[in-house]
């Protein structure tokens, strides 16, 4: 049996649509496999009872027969589903490692990364890499048709998850089919505002990169209460807020210092608007790690 341990992740970062991307060190899902004739799922945990277990419709099906890799698959769930923080991908970049090792596949975390991709098809109706890239590789990642360049980053976040549910799939098909050339020209500065940030470790860059006024006003509209607890959270000491991936966490970040009252006020921000929230006050982590095998 082999059991991997794959991060929580958070995409886009405001500016980066489908190509940035941060492990984040906590929650995570934790898979165990074992080579079987055939592959069959059980899932436990955090939000099980939405997540399929026919291997045509969950994310580890898939990854399995990329790998030509069948097996009995136990994910135990620590990242609720359909929450921006990548929950599907941390399913199959565990199952990524994890059957990439008990079958002795010989490949490498970024040769994994488009095998993992295969499962955020399933969900979502594209391969995007931007979660599964730092939830296999850890840190800051850049995904693009060219590959993934990563970043050791060490930025203190605050993900805080709403009791809200948004499919990815349903998420993407608000983001605007278009841009204006001023549009793309802010992105760019931002988001390479925020590349810059990552390198040299520097909260206040990271968040100034991260405002975007493309995609993210569109998504907004699906989080009760967003603009308030955006504004609580600059109001707290976050340097820059943005929705999670397709949302409906949201993402603060900040000074280590100003972590617990960011955290604070955007939990009180969402209690105000009457949605339920829990907040991770959590950093840029490590990639998926072998636990046994
Ligand atoms: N192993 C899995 N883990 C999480 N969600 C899965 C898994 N397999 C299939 N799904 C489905 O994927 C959807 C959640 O994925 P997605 O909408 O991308 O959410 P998230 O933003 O949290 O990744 C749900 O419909 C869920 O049932
Ligand atoms: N780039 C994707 C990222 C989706 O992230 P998730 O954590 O919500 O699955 C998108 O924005 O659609």
Redesign the pocket.
């Known amino acids: 049996m082999v059991t991997v341990r794959a991060p929580a992740t958070s995409a886009n970062l405001g500016s980066g649509f489908d190509v940035f991307g941060v492990a984040l060190d906590r929650p995570a899902?934790i898979v165990h496999v074992e080579r079987a004739d055939r592959t069959t799922i059980e899932?436990t945990g955090v939000g099980s009872q939405?997540?399929?277990t026919d291997p045509d419709?969950?994310?580890?099906g898939a990854v399995a027969e990329a790998l030509d890799a069948p097996a009995h698959i136990r994910?135990d769930?620590g990242?609720?589903?359909?929450?921006?923080?990548?929950?599907?991908?941390a399913?199959s970049a565990a199952a990524a490692v994890a059957l990439n090792e008990l079958y002795d596949r010989g490949l490498s975390r970024e040769e994994l990364v488009p095998v993992a991709a295969e499962g955020?098809a399933?969900?979502?109706g594209e391969a995007h890499a931007d979660?599964v890239a730092p939830a296999l590789l850890g840190g800051f990642t850049v995904a693009t048709d060219e590959g993934v360049t990563t970043v050791d980053a060490d930025i203190p976040l605050v993900a805080c998850l709403p009791e809200i549910a948004v499919?990815?799939?349903d998420a993407r098909r608000v983001v605007p089919s278009d841009a204006s050339i001023e549009d793309m020209v802010h992105t760019v500065g931002r988001a390479a505002t925020l590349a810059v940030g990552m390198c040299r470790r520097d909260a206040d860059l990271v968040g100034a990169g991260m405002d975007d006024r493309v995609v993210t006003p569109a998504r907004a509209k699906l989080i009760n209460g967003y603009h308030d607890v955006r504004e609580a959270a600059l109001a707290a000491g976050a340097t820059g807020v943005t929705v999670s991936?397709?949302g409906p966490s949201v993402l603060g970040v900040c000074q280590a210092a100003d972590r617990t009252r960011v955290a604070g006020a955007m939990l009180e921000a969402f209690d105000e608007a009457d949605v339920a929230a829990r907040a991770y006050k959590t950093r840029v982590g490590r990639g998926a790690e072998v636990f046994e095998s």
């Open positions: 899902d899932v939405y997540i399929p419709r969950n994310v580890v994910i769930k990242v609720r589903p359909s929450s921006g923080l990548g929950s599907s991908a399913s955020e399933v969900v979502s979660n499919s990815t799939r991936g397709a």
